[in-house]
């Protein structure tokens, strides 16, 4: 059959390519909803913990600039300014040693906890909205990434169901310790990327294993098997896959750098959790011991010289360069847990009593609080589970985890007891005086949760009495750890000097401002001020770690100037001390050795008008600027 009707591209090439352009737009849509509809249960799940992760913060959301954590209002403070500052990496404004806080020596800022890859990262949220509004968002979605990022690990390396991989990671994303450091602790709280640290390592492992399966790396049986295991790995190879290896390796390298500049702390402790996991698990499984230990071990070196590289720089900057310190300023004697608190139930919990307070050091260190009920069926869930390598490396991990946070000397029921702790066997060694001992504990959460999947997920593949009573257990147990949203508090308004940007008439950008009290570490208010303002000017002295100790050991803060202590008096007390020529000349020197721009005392300050007295004599008559008296110097 012939016809003159051309074909549709010869015809009408440019309705052909209209055409084709909602054909493009409509598969990409198919493509997405098939996406969704596949993940449509691991989504649910992700909005579940975000829901719980608002409901636990919902009091800062009202007015994030006006509400502050109650339990923990100074710290909370810091970590905006630290936001702040952070946020100046958009500016091209921003360097490891800070002048902002501490002038003229200023912060290091390696050497204090200023979550540097958050506040980078979230630096467009601070600028547009401020810090409060990023302390907030990052407050929530700490708990949410974090469980949802073990929830991934638990579906996808350990291929367990989601109902099981749901509730073990609800403990480790929402358990009492971390809901307790959610008191403006966000360095503490920002473990999301633990998980994906676990699965490079266990990448690493199963390809420098020679019995090893190609293809994906996960998707291992649930059972706690070896790691050599899988469910849809392919076919068994000979030797170990290396193109796998080099990348888990660059991968972890990359992955550890990153953890650095989010928190220390909790790399170290998983760290430490991992080297503990990986001795039992060897132990246990010798055969694989024998047939991936050299692979493995040159994976890590690879992984640890890349990681060297990368924080080479950064980690001497902490350690040596300016401000930096070298040790740890916290006892372990007084930031150890207690035993009692293990089968107590934390007072942020839905079954917790504000009595168990007393058993630690204050309501950001609940990190113990597992309570009984959950105490007994993680042990019962571990013994039934059997001897696996996977169950008896997370059992003795968490057994570890937990003595050491006893600290040096174990302490029941508040009382000290002559009874060593094994933390005494580690005090003193480098690093290790950096971190809390009672910390140890928020290692245990993640372990105990891998305990529960596993129980949870065989429960659920077999049948028998087991297939209910496991889940239901393990769902009983968790109940009661359920979180309470976090008590919050109004605080002060910031003076109109400050909101509304009248500081530009007093000091210039990235000149020195007073304010008077001073910021100090137990009352580091005025710091808001530099926060409301993007860290866009200096001030002296503050809240913050640094070399300030006896023979340069670390310290919380730094010693105050005369005139700051004159000042700092009369704020307190009240009152006009007698000013001399004396004074005015150490006035002068000590503005002088601030680089200060101006003082500033803000209407609604304490003994305001004793202050204004006592700087009328220091530096001459104020000026008065929107709703603050100035002095210029």
């Not at 994906?196 to 390592?201: D, G, P, T």
């Not at 009874?419 to 580690?426: N, R, T, V, W």
């Not at 950008?509 to 910021?519: C, I, K, R, Y």
Request: hydrophobic share 50%; glycine share 10%.
């Amino acid at each position: 059959m012939s016809s003159a009707a051309p074909t549709a591209p010869d015809a009408a090439p440019e309705q052909a390519a209209r055409s084709d352009v909602p054909a493009r737009a409509a598969g990409r849509w198919v493509r997405l909803r098939d996406a969704i509809a596949r993940h449509r249960a691991d989504l649910l799940v992700g909005l579940l913990f975000t829901a719980l992760a608002g409901w636990v913060t919902h009091g800062l959301w009202p007015d994030p600039s006006g509400r502050v954590l109650a339990l923990n209002p100074e710290d909370q403070t810091l970590y905006e300014w630290f936001l702040a500052v952070d946020s100046r990496a958009l500016l091209g404004d921003f360097g490891l040693l800070t002048d902002r806080l501490n002038a003229p020596d200023g912060v290091n800022l390696m050497a204090n906890t200023t979550v540097i890859a958050l506040g980078v990262a979230f630096a467009p949220v601070t600028l547009l909205f401020g810090a409060p509004v990023t302390f907030a968002l990052l407050a929530g979605l700490n708990l949410a990434g974090t469980a949802l990022a073990w929830y991934l690990l638990f579906t996808r390396v350990l291929g367990a169901q989601r109902l099981a991989a749901a509730l073990g990671a609800g403990l480790c994303g929402f358990g009492p310790g971390i809901v307790s450091q959610t008191n403006s602790h966000l360095h503490m709280t920002a473990q999301w990327l633990v998980p994906v640290i676990v699965w490079l390592v266990v990448r690493l492992l199963r390809a420098a294993d020679p019995r090893g399966r190609a293809g994906r790396p996960g998707r291992a049986s649930p059972d706690g098997g070896g790691g050599h295991r899988g469910g849809d790995d392919g076919p068994a190879r000979v030797g170990p896959d290396r193109r796998r290896m080099l990348t888990s390796a660059v991968g972890l390298a990359v992955v550890v750098s990153v953890q650095v500049f989010v928190g220390e702390e909790v790399l170290f402790l998983c760290a430490l959790t991992l080297l503990v996991m990986a001795v039992a698990y060897a132990l246990a499984d010798r055969a694989l011991l024998r047939r991936a230990l050299p692979n493995f071990a040159g994976g890590m070196l690879v992984a640890a010289g890349l990681a060297l590289l990368l924080l080479g720089y950064p980690l001497w900057f902490q350690f040596a360069g300016p401000q930096g310190v070298a040790d740890g300023m916290f006892s372990p004697h007084y930031f150890s847990a207690d035993l009692a608190g293990w089968w107590t139930l934390s007072p942020l919990s839905v079954a917790g009593s504000d009595e168990a307070a007393r058993l630690t050091t204050g309501p950001a260190e609940y990190n113990t609080f597992l309570g009984w009920p959950l105490l007994v069926v993680t042990l019962g869930c571990a013994v039934w589970l059997g001897r696996r390598p996977l169950v008896l490396a997370c059992a003795a991990g968490a057994l570890v985890m937990a003595a050491l946070s006893l600290g040096p000397d174990v302490v029941v029921g508040v009382d000290r007891t002559s009874i060593p702790g094994p933390y005494a066997l580690l005090a003193g060694l480098p690093v290790v005086d950096g971190a809390l001992p009672m910390r140890f504990a928020l290692a245990v959460l993640p372990l105990a949760g891998t305990l529960l999947v596993l129980a949870v997920d065989r429960a659920l593949r077999g049948t028998g009495r087991a297939r209910r009573l496991v889940p239901a257990a393990v769902g009983l147990a968790l109940l009661p750890v359920l979180p309470v949203p976090l008590p919050t508090a109004e605080r002060p308004a910031l003076p109109e000097f400050i909101s509304a940007g009248h500081w530009r008439e007093c000091v210039r950008p990235g000149g020195v401002l007073v304010p008077v009290p001073l910021p100090t570490p137990k009352e580091p208010w005025p710091m808001r001020w530099a926060t409301a303002a993007d860290a866009a000017f200096g001030m002296p002295e503050g809240f913050f770690i640094a070399s300030y100790g006896k023979g340069g050991t670390a310290a919380m803060g730094t010693w105050k100037r005369p005139t700051s202590h004159l000042l700092s008096e009369v704020a307190k007390r009240g009152g006009r001390p007698a000013i001399g020529d004396a004074e005015r000349r150490q006035a002068a020197r000590d503005a002088d050795r601030w680089g200060a721009s101006c003082f500033a005392v803000a209407d609604g300050t304490r003994h305001a008008d004793d202050l204004r007295a006592t700087l009328d004599q220091l530096y001459g008559p104020a000026e008065r600027v929107a709703d603050a008296w100035i002095w210029r110097v």
